[in-house]
């Protein structure tokens, strides 16, 4: 394929001065490096795309790359990603780039090209013989990416894969079988636990030897820290008793905080006091709440019924998602968390609140945190706008250091203090007073929930200011490419919900390119998709959603293209629309492409002119105003979080601000600050709608969230050490069954009569000499050896296992069949009921682990350390667990 720069396409020079490193002893150590780097910038500037092509045989190796080869593989990539896209790589991102193959975590600030930077390093890997995956928060991103870098790994000589939730096995497969392959963290994660329930090797996804892979981890401190509370679980649905959570939810709504329970906000716990249970036994007429009865003990309900009532807020904690079903919201990004539930009964209990049908309970059947998840790879690195401040965790967890790149140019960005108000109300009111104050200069708010973004947005509305909104909402976040790219156009006020960890880029005065994509989309589709594959894009933009309108002879060219392109896909799929528009939008040709192709992206190149040619304008519009303005509604449990918002702002040099107006009835002031904030309040007295600001105030709030983050560290650590132990087991389960899964033939046999001798051992030495007990036994479990097949006289001797192993190796040589299509039918059977056996057995454990986490927490009140009490009885249910897996596996295929 070749590759040709477009007319008029400008190269940075190669002379450019280096920008000031900082005092960092390892940015330091990169500088001869980068200077490398640059200096052969013209030697591959001065090839032709073949000859660069050729550089890459020369460079592959099955060794590490020397010094003087990565050099050389990060300006071949430099190269090849300027002549793709003409985005040439800066210094700060071949530091980057450098940093990651030495699998580190990136600090980079927003904007300064984490995504492109993958290319650097994954390219080296490559020529190491290594595949990469590359993780990220979200669908968009992973598809965003995968299309945009898609023909730079090409012309690299690289296969590149996309992984998008709804994929089947065959899908998986193929995409995860390439050179790089883009998907979520939730994917992968669920994906890995799929394979160790798969039943046969067809059903397994991920590659042989995945761990070995170089991974990288986009906006890690989502993804690593924030997200490291939850595990990914896979459960199976089991009966629910739909009338105990009817009767508990109403009960629920009669109990009064501070009479029946207390609330811990911090925890998200209630306690029940003693009228609270004296009260609830009264009304439902048990004698306690802790008697077990159909569907368990009443006091789960009643708990959870009132978790439900005062912690778990509707458009904050969750959303009910087309009238009918409740999904998580991610309190960091804002996003629904698709199929994701509370477990232990709380989802439906929430359900039961909103009046909705109670769907099944749910048993854990594969569990696994990302903390453990992430550890499996050796070749881990890791990227995001904000690490520093968890530089611990991430070195104690993860054994990553973080490493802080410096921006490619001055930060312009004001940051202004924080404004606070009395009341919500009030904050909000300034909040929209602010921004009438600054139009049309464009703004993003940054809220906590969807019912304060909707607030906010109507209040707007009412002051005749138009926003657009960005959140949980269905509606909302199908549209968050085309509400993104237009963010930073001239009056332009975006409402969002946790803008924080969704990758977007905000140009000011708009995204040329994203808008010219949305209109060749909406009229290429509306000749050649049919109203079903038109249904699977994303909605058309509203009509102002364009900076002016497509003169006609671009249009009319634009609609004969897209004959042509029906002609070519009478059938067209609305994601083979998408791969065509992401080849048209691109600046690349290759050799032999369709005509339609180049007069696609002749036309689609003529309407982002047109585009341009406004935006341009409204660009230096918006410079002079001071760039974007960021306001944030709340301070977040993390200060990483609110740093994501400011950093929305300020991209690459460019002016910008922020402010955050907050109030004395925010949770970080009401839930976490307690009595302190209290009587400072009283201290003020100052009307509703005047502001306070106060560096007291401030100083303390500071010191309240490094508080909340310390706090969620421990309850982060917490999961970590009672998961070191679960995952230690989970490694050798796993491996157990891999190696099932994996055996035929002889070998399979061979594995068979081992465990079938283990049971033996097993039923001999826990019946300490009682012949007719081991006859019994032995019976049960070969009935080939029942009535009276066995010398009962030799069972109680010294060589009684002896004796048994071998009469048992006949019962199963006998059960196998003669060697053939019999026998192989057998091993297909036998592996079946082996890897049933294993996971019934394993997903018993796992609920029995759970229930140890619970005991040894009470434990500790007594004074023992839960980690030690865990980690002890967790070692003598698991040495159990694996003589039933072995017995139970047995049983059924002797009995089979």
């Known amino acids: 394929m070749s590759i040709r720069l477009r007319d008029g396409a400008l190269r940075m020079s190669t002379a450019e001065s280096l920008f000031t490193l900082t005092s960092d002893p390892y940015i330091k150590k990169l500088s001869p490096l980068l200077e490398t780097v640059n200096s052969l910038e013209a030697e591959y500037d001065a090839m032709s795309d073949s000859a660069l092509q050729s550089s890459i045989t020369s460079l592959k190796t099955s060794k590490p790359l020397t010094s003087s080869s990565l050099c050389h593989a990060f300006a071949l990539s430099r190269e090849s990603i300027y002549r793709a896209l003409l985005l040439r790589p800066y210094n700060v991102q071949i530091l980057s780039g450098l940093s990651l193959y030495s699998k580190k975590c990136v600090e980079m600030n927003t904007g300064e090209g984490k995504s492109l930077t993958t290319i650097l390093p994954t390219f080296a890997n490559f020529l190491e013989g290594r595949g990469t995956t590359v993780v990220t928060v979200n669908d968009y991103l992973a598809k965003r990416d995968f299309l945009e870098y898609k023909e730079v790994y090409k012309f690299l000589g690289m296969s590149v894969g996309l992984i998008q939730s709804g994929m089947n096995e065959d899908e998986r497969k193929v995409q995860y079988d390439n050179d790089v392959v883009y998907v979520t963290n939730s994917e992968f994660g669920f994906d890995y636990l799929r394979d160790h329930l798969s039943y046969t090797k067809e059903g397994v996804v991920l590659p042989e030897g995945y761990e070995g892979r170089f991974l990288i981890v986009d906006e890690a401190d989502s993804i690593c820290i924030d997200e490291a509370r939850t595990p990914l679980i896979i459960s199976k649905s089991v009966p629910t008793n739909g009338q105990k959570y009817a009767i508990a939810t109403k009960l629920a709504t009669a109990l009064q905080e501070g009479v029946h329970y207390d609330t811990d906000l911090k925890k998200k716990n209630v306690i029940l006091t003693e009228a609270g249970y004296s009260d609830c036994e009264n009304a439902l007429k048990v004698p306690s709440l802790f008697k077990v009865e159909g569907g368990g003990s009443w006091a789960g309900y009643v708990v959870n019924a009132v978790k439900a009532k005062e912690i778990f807020k509707r458009d904050t904690d969750y959303a009910v998602v087309d009238g009918n079903r409740v999904e998580i919201i991610d309190t960091f990004s804002g996003r629904v968390l698709d199929g994701r539930k509370y477990a232990d009964g709380l989802h439906q209990a929430i359900e039961a609140k909103e009046g909705l049908g109670v769907s099944e309970q749910s048993q854990v059947i594969a569990k696994v945190t990302f903390q453990s998840f992430f550890r499996l790879f050796p070749n881990l690195s890791a990227m995001t706008g904000t690490a520093m401040t968890s530089a611990s965790e991430f070195k104690k967890v993860y054994d990553l250091d973080v490493v802080e790149i410096p921006t490619e140019r001055p930060m312009a960005r004001r940051d202004y203090d924080d404004v606070i108000y009395k009341t919500r109300n009030a904050a909000d009111g300034a909040l929209v007073n602010e921004i009438l104050g600054v139009s049309p200069r464009p703004v993003l708010v940054g809220t906590t929930s969807v019912e304060q973004s909707e607030r906010i947005s109507d209040a707007l509305k009412r002051n005749g200011i138009s926003c657009a909104l960005l959140n949980a909402e269905r509606e909302n976040a199908s549209r968050e490419s085309e509400i993104v790219s237009q963010a930073g156009r001239l009056g332009k006020v975006t409402v969002s919900t946790n803008m924080a960890g969704r990758g977007t880029d905000i140009k000011l005065g708009g995204d040329e390119g994203g808008m010219s994509f949305a209109f060749a989309r909406a009229t290429v589709a509306d000749v050649c998709l049919s109203e079903e594959e038109k249904s699977k894009l994303p909605p058309n933009p509203e009509t102002d959603y ?82 974007l303005y960021v306001m944030g509604t709340n301070r977040h449990e993390s200060v990483r979080v609110d740093r994501q918002l400011r950093g929305r702002s300020g991209r690459q040099g460019d002016p910008g601000s922020s402010r955050f107006f907050l109030s004395f009835e925010d949770d970080m002031f009401t839930v976490f600050g307690g009595d302190k904030f209290k009587k400072m309040l009283e201290m003020f007295r100052v009307s509703d709608d005047m502001a306070i600001e106060s560096k007291q105030v401030i100083d303390t709030l500071d010191k309240v969230q490094r508080t909340v983050e310390e706090e969620y560290e421990e309850v982060r650590s917490g999961v970590l050490s009672f998961d070191e132990t679960l995952n230690g087991q989970r490694m050798v389960i796993y491996q157990d069954r891999s190696e099932i899964l994996n055996l035929s033939g002889a070998s399979f046999d061979a594995f068979f009569k081992n465990w079938a001798s283990s049971v033996v051992d097993d039923i001999v030495d826990g019946s300490k000499g009682d012949a007719p007990k081991i006859s019994g036994l032995i019976a049960q479990f070969f009935p080939l050896l029942a009535g009276g097949v066995l010398d009962d006289s030799k069972l109680s001797k010294n060589g009684a296992k002896e004796y048994l192993k071998l009469a048992v190796e006949e019962a199963v040589n006998s059960k196998m069949g003669p060697d053939g299509p019999e026998r192989e039918k057998w091993r297909k059977t036998a592996q079946y009921l082996c890897l049933v056996s294993l996971d019934n057995a394993f997903q018993d454990h796992l609920g029995n682990m759970d229930s140890l986490v619970e005991s040894v927490t009470l434990r500790g009140y007594r004074g023992l350390d839960p980690k030690v009490e865990y980690q002890q009885d967790g070692f003598e249910l698991f040495k159990g667990l694996q003589g039933t897996i072995r017995r139970n596996s047995v049983f059924s295929v002797m009995n089979g």
């Open 546 to 627: 364009y900076p002016c309108e497509v003169s006609q002879g671009i249009l009319e060219e634009l609609l004969a293209v897209s004959k042509e392109v029906k002609k070519e896909f009478p059938n067209m799929e609305a994601r083979d629309l998408e791969e065509v528009l992401v080849l048209a939008n691109d600046t690349t040709e290759g050799e032999g492409e369709p005509q339609y192709l180049i007069k696609l992206r002749i036309v689609v190149g003529k309407v982002k002119d047109e585009f341009k040619a406004v935006l341009s304008e409204e660009k230096e519009e918006v410079l002079k105003l001071g760039g």
